[in-house]
Every structure is written in structure tokens, then in C-alpha cells.
């Protein structure tokens, strides 16, 4: 394959990408009977969840580089993946649970089966350790420096709790409520509830 050493940056990738995502989502409102879970009614939350998972890859992923021949990454790829949990865990980790912060906000006005913490937490850890297998096969694929680290999972998966935690305790407050009743997609945990009754 010759050396090759490639760098995407995310914002070329994810702008025009965004750009297609509200396009779509603003033809398919146009089609939408009222009241269905493709209306207008329902592109903020769409639209905000798909800038939150771009900017999770962004983070997770870019700069994204391609490597071969002289410019791959010389470490074996499963050196770069920590087994063993707390060994690593520091400051460093705090950007991480931050991240999944919205991820937990966001399920119950987004899928009927984010209804307890239990499930929260299986989400969350499901989320997590999908990113990091998608890290050690970008890194065997493609030779870059992306690893993986179970402490990622663990601390992924209580920020993704802890947004879950928030997005309840704020749901209790009658407009924050309200307003999560409002535009939570028709069949997701919270619009299940009846509304004024805040329990997610």
C-alpha cells in the first residue's frame, strides 16, 4: 500500500453531514402527519441529539488519522488497551464522564426503554464500549494511535447515569417538566408519562 498518512479533521466531516441530517429531518416533517413522531414539533430534540453524537465521535474519534508503511503507528495494537480497572483512573477521566452527561438527559425523550437507572446503566455501558472496540479496530484497520481503556467504560457510564440522575431531579421542576413532556418523541419513556407526573 506505499506510506500513507492521512489526517481528517472533524469539522469537514461533520458539518456537511449535520447539514444533510436537517435537511432530511425538515422533508420528512414537510411529509409528517401532525402529531406523528416525525413532525416538526420534534426536530429540536432530533436536531440536538445529532450534534451531541458528532461532537461524542469528534471527541472520541478526530483527529482521525490513516497510517501505512513508515507513518503507522508502531505499538502493537492490543498494547494499547488497558484491562484493568482504576490502575489508570486520574483527573483526565473527568472529561469522559462529562461527556455522557447529555447521553443520559437524552434517552428517556428519545427511546421507551430507558425507564429505570438499571437500564441507564446498561446503555451507558453499551454506548461506552462500542466506542472504544470502534478505537481498537481504527487502530488495527488503520495503524493510528487510538487505544482503548475499561476505565473509559466505567467513567462513560456514570456520566451517562448521572444525566439521567439531573434529567430527573429537573423534570421535577413543573416547566423544565413540561417542556421535557413537550418535545420527548411520541412511544419514549418520558412521553409515556402522563403529563405533571414527572417520574422517569
Known amino acids: 500500500m506505499g506510506d500513507v498518512n492521512l489526517r481528517l479533521e472533524p469539522l469537514p466531516v461533520f458539518v456537511p453531514l449535520l447539514a444533510v441530517v436537517c435537511l432530511f429531518l425538515a422533508l420528512r416533517a414537510l411529509r409528517a402527519e401532525a402529531g406523528s413522531r416525525w413532525s416538526g414539533r420534534y426536530i429540536p430534540i432530533r436536531v440536538v441529539t445529532a450534534v451531541y453524537l458528532a461532537g461524542v465521535l469528534a471527541f472520541t474519534f478526530f483527529p482521525f488519522q490513516i497510517m501505512y508503511g513508515k507513518y503507522a503507528d508502531s505499538i502493537v495494537w ?27 438527559m437524552v434517552l428517556p425523550l428519545m427511546s421507551r426503554q430507558v425507564t429505570s437507572w438499571w437500564r441507564t446503566v446498561a446503555v451507558g455501558a453499551l454506548f461506552s464500549l462500542t466506542i472504544e472496540i470502534s478505537q481498537v479496530l481504527g487502530c488495527v484497520l488503520f495503524n493510528n494511535y487510538r487505544g482503548a481503556d475499561v476505565n473509559d467504560v466505567l467513567v462513560n457510564t456514570l456520566g451517562c447515569v448521572l444525566g439521567y440522575g439531573l434529567l430527573r431531579g429537573a423534570a421535577s421542576l413543573r416547566p423544565v417538566g413540561d417542556l421535557a413532556w413537550r418535545y420527548a418523541l411520541p412511544g419514549s419513556a418520558m412521553a409515556e408519562r402522563p403529563r405533571g407526573e414527572v417520574r422517569v
Do not use: E, K, R
Not at 492490543?78 to 472529561?95: C, E, F, G, K, R
Open 78 to 104: 492490543y498494547h494499547q488497551i488497558n484491562w484493568v480497572p482504576l490502575s489508570t483512573l486520574d483527573p483526565s477521566a473527568v472529561p469522559n464522564v462529562i461527556m455522557t452527561i447529555p447521553l443520559g
